[in-house]
T-cell receptor, first 112, second 110 residues
Framework: NAGVTQTPKFQVLKTGQSMTLQCAQD?????MSWYRQDPGMGLRLIHY???????DQGEVPNGYNVSRSTTEDFPLRLLSAAPSQTSVYFC???????????FGPGTRLTVL | GQQLNQSPQSMFIQEGEDVSMNCTSS?????WLWYKQDPGEGPVLLIA?????ELTSNGRLTAQFGITRKDSFLNISASIPSDVGIYFC??????????FGTGTSLTVIP
């Protein structure tokens, strides 16, 4: 049981490049979320999903896309990276509403 | 977006001392949670609070869900070196929407 896994662990992009941050969980959790963590600002919700085929925007969704074709995977896509997207990105999953969220180890992204 | 004001921003304490931190918001939350984050890792849940007024303990940790549902506090008693880390409060609205505080960095001096 690997829990929540994220790849890659580190990534450097140039402005304008696109990439996908991968997130997978093997706990059969319905709820999954993406957060970004910036110094002094805590974690901010980017997008979330309450089940396969269902996604919604969080607090800071601009510049990011998500999809949820399976229960296990919740990839986060940056279509055209900008320096403002330099951050640490965390994926989380939970069984359902009110259940504990389990976080992945994070992806540290730098956009030059 | 929702704003959670967490204080203090940082604390330096001697081993064995008690610690108190709190979180306030202008919004009403259904659930309050407290997390701890170690360097290079994701946050780990410490305590979850589901009802206004609820007081819950987890070992040396005690947390309360404020009566107004707009605030919460976390106490750590008899701190030890492994308590070092960043502590976050989080409030949950309906569904899967969580909003996090800005964190309290705790340093425990042996």
């Amino acid at each position: 049981n690997a829990g929540v896994t994220q790849t890659p662990k580190f990534q450097v992009l140039k402005t304008g490049q696109s990439m996908t941050l991968q997130c997978a969980q093997d706990m059969n959790h319905e709820y999954m979320s993406w957060y970004r963590q910036d110094p002094g600002m805590g974690l901010r919700l980017i997008h979330y999903s309450v089940g396969a085929g269902i996604t919604d925007q969080g607090e800071v969704p601009n510049g990011y896309n998500v999809s949820r074709s399976t229960t296990e995977d919740f990839p986060l896509r940056l279509l055209s990276a900008a320096p403002s997207q330099t951050s640490v990105y965390f994926c989380a999953s939970s069984l359902g509403e009110g259940s504990e969220q389990f976080f992945g180890p994070g992806t540290r992204l730098t956009v030059l | 977006g929702q704003q959670l004001n967490q204080s203090p921003q940082s604390m330096f304490i001697q081993e064995g001392e008690d610690v108190s931190m709190n979180c306030t918001s202008s919004s009403i939350f259904n659930t309050w949670l407290w997390y701890k984050q170690d360097p290079g890792e994701g946050p780990v849940l410490l305590i979850a609070l589901y009802k206004a007024g609820e007081l819950t303990s987890n070992g040396r940790l005690t947390a309360q869900f404020g009566i107004t549902r707009k605030d919460s506090f976390l106490n750590i008693s008899a701190s030890i070196p492994s308590d070092v880390g960043i502590y976050f409060c989080a409030g949950q609205l309906a569904g899967n929407q969580f909003y996090f505080g800005t964190g309290t960095s705790l340093t425990v001096i042996p």
